[in-house]
């Protein structure tokens, strides 16, 4: 086991650049997923919602490059493209239609993001930790992103299920309920 590092130390700092780079280009495709979902969505009751997650998913995006700034931290524009092609590539994922789109993929949308959500939360609970033994990094922004996290997942949570009752069929009701909580 090794030992904690010193106040005002990172070890591993190339690790830790990887790592945001991952960070960053999957905030990139679920930017690019919440504006997919969003033109499906339009005047539908989701859209504010959707609206108001990418407005977040944006901030947060930039609060992610200015942590990587302020380390030193290199952007990796390569992941960016990856990730920003590959979104775009998924559009064409078996779905049960071929040329059409399938109600399907709203749920297949919903659970991805929703699930998206909790890795981007446990990212931004590993900075914390960072910002731990890092001045650089702020604790109070970080918690902050992590209490918005939660408002996201939950919303998202109950949003998936009522999407998945109207495709499958089913009880929309929170998954709280659902599980006799």
Known sequence: MSEPSAAGHIRNLDLLGIYCNDHLA???????????????????P??????????ELLEERTALRSM?????????????????VGEKLSRAKLNGRLLSRSPLSSVVEFEFIATAVLAKRAGFETLLEVAAVERRLDAALLERLIHQ??????????A????????????PEPASEAAGN
């Open 46 to 55: 989701y859209e504010p919602r959707l609206q108001q997650l990418l407005k």
């Open 68 to 84: 990587m700034a302020a380390l030193g931290i290199p952007v990796r524009q390569y992941k960016q493209l990856a990730t920003w």
């Open 26 to 44: 999957a905030s990139t495709g679920g930017i690019e997923l919440v504006r997919r979902m969003l033109g499906e969505h339009r005047g539908a």
């Open 160 to 171: 998936r299920r009522e999407v998945a009752a109207q495709v499958f069929g089913g009880r």
């Open 149 to 158: 996290a939660d408002g996201q997942h939950q919303w998202l949570s109950e």
